[in-house]
């Protein structure tokens, strides 16, 4: 069962704000000083730029410099809120659409007036979700128009074009780019694609703008593996990664799965680092949607890395040759590795194909699946090179192909019971 663990004291700038499993309502998050009057569309966007905020999709794109290519391409602009949560270890969107809708729209409502749009999207996947933003939709008042869009629960779906391919009646699917959705997106106006964590955090901003830099430099992370139940949290950044993996029950991680699927391993040196997006990139991978997988020290990389190649090839939507044949390869070679059954070529082969493919499909999910495998061989080397003599007995245990992919996968938080070593991280600090 996940588990959540709430800001103590409570700061205003806290995306956590409300109980789990409980939905705010709109007394109450008024009462946070939400849907109040803000300083003004260019205000708020000299804050956003001020306080760095990027987005919490995973990209890490500045939100500032988004926001203001859609506003400059004129026309009727379009805003989505995107809370379609397609990697399998991550629950913040889904928690926030459930809980804290408000905090959501509001955020949505002040993209719109920043960028001039006359029309918004709460798109997503999860029923409940979607029941909680339609509540939360006829408690407020309806300045702007929204729709709520359901799709089904894909990797890809919550890819940018995917979103507006969806909205305007297709399959949930990427396109190639150019044209981005800022300058061609739903019904050809240009249309803001926003993660909902990010939107909530500019909802924030716009209400405690004195408090700019600790909402940007927060984040949800959702932590799993180990032996551990999954943990939703916030954290300052700068966070080691040792004590996140303390807190969340792995205190002697052997490393861990990062970003999701889109950061790849790192070992047990490399939980030194602080949950920092520049820190992580520098050092080769990434924080991504926040989505961290600790490994236990019994664990074996090479399996985490198939059960990951695998989800990825199973997601694949199949639609750009090099995707189809490139996570196949890499899942069939991955899970050879596992199965101890791989020839002595396999790693020459992963190497090529993890500096080859990125790039080349419609979406990331090819480069995830790259990226993973190359991880793999820069920070393993070692276990790679035994499993060519045979499995190890984590991977005897329980081979690739068997369901080990479904361990990837955190359930949506229900409860406020955490861990009691979770109260030793870090609480976010209001200042400005
Ligand atoms: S890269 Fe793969 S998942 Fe992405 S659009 Fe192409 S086929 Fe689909």
């Given at each position: 069962m996940t588990t959540i663990r709430l800001p103590t004291?409570?700061?205003?700038?806290?995306?956590?704000g409300a109980a789990p499993g409980v939905t705010e309502s709109v007394e109450a998050y008024r009462a946070t000083g939400g849907y109040a009057d803000t300083p003004g569309p260019e205000a708020l966007l000299r804050h956003l730029a001020a306080s760095g905020l990027r987005g919490r999709?995973?990209?890490?794109?500045p939100a500032a410099v988004k926001l203001r290519a859609v506003r400059d391409r004129g026309g009727a602009p379009v805003v989505v809120a995107n809370g379609?949560?397609?990697?399998?270890?991550?629950v913040k969107d889904r928690w926030l659409l459930r809980a804290r809708p408000h905090l959501v729209l509001d955020g949505l409502a002040h993209a719109a007036a920043v960028t001039g749009a006359v029309r918004g999207y709460v798109y997503l996947s999860d029923p409940e979700a979607a029941a909680r933003v339609r509540g939360a939709l006829a408690e407020r008042e309806p300045h702007l128009p929204v729709d709520v869009v359901e799709t089904a629960r894909t990797?890809?779906?919550?890819?940018e074009s995917a979103v507006v391919r969806r909205i305007d009646g297709g399959p949930a699917l990427p396109t190639a780019k150019p044209p981005r959705p800022f300058e061609?997106?739903?019904?050809?106006a240009p249309t803001l694609v926003s993660n909902v964590e990010t939107l909530a955090r500019i909802a924030l901003t716009a209400a405690h703008p004195d408090l700019r830099r600790t909402i940007a430099r927060s984040t949800l992370v959702t932590l799993s593996g180990g032996n551990a139940d999954p943990v939703l949290t916030e954290v300052p950044y700068g966070v080691p990664l040792r004590t996140l993996a303390a807190a969340h029950g792995?205190?002697?991680?052997?490393g861990a799965l990062m970003g999701?699927?889109?950061g790849g391993l790192i070992d047990a040196?490399?939980?030194?680092?602080?949950?920092?997006p520049d820190a992580l990139a520098a050092a080769g991978t990434a924080l991504g949607c926040g989505a961290i997988r600790f490994l236990a020290a019994d664990a074996c990389p090479v399996g985490t890395a198939a059960d990951a190649v695998g989800h990825l090839a199973d997601e694949?939507?199949?639609?750009c040759g090099v995707c189809v044949s490139g996570t196949t390869a890499i899942r069939d070679t991955v899970h050879a590795l596992a199965a101890g059954?791989?020839?002595?070529e396999a790693p020459d082969r992963l190497e090529r194909w993890s500096q080859g493919?990125?790039?080349?499909?419609?979406?990331?999910l090819l480069d995830a699946a790259a990226a993973t495998a190359g991880s793999l061989l820069r920070t393993f080397p070692e276990l790679v090179r035994s499993h060519l003599r045979g499995p190890c007995p984590d991977c005897a245990a329980g081979p690739p192909g068997?369901?080990?992919?479904?361990?990837?996968v955190v359930a949506v938080p229900e409860v406020a019971d955490a861990p009691a070593?979770?109260?030793r991280l870090p609480v976010l600090k209001g200042t400005p």
């Open positions: 004291p409570r700061c205003p700038g806290s995306v956590l999709g995973g990209a890490g794109f379609e949560e397609g990697e399998p270890g991550s990797y890809v779906a919550g890819e061609r997106g739903v019904g050809g792995t205190p002697e991680a052997a999701g699927l889109f040196r490399a939980l030194d680092l602080p949950l920092e694949s939507a199949r639609q059954t791989a020839g002595p493919l990125p790039g080349r499909g419609a979406c990331g068997d369901g080990r992919g479904r361990r990837l070593s979770l109260t």
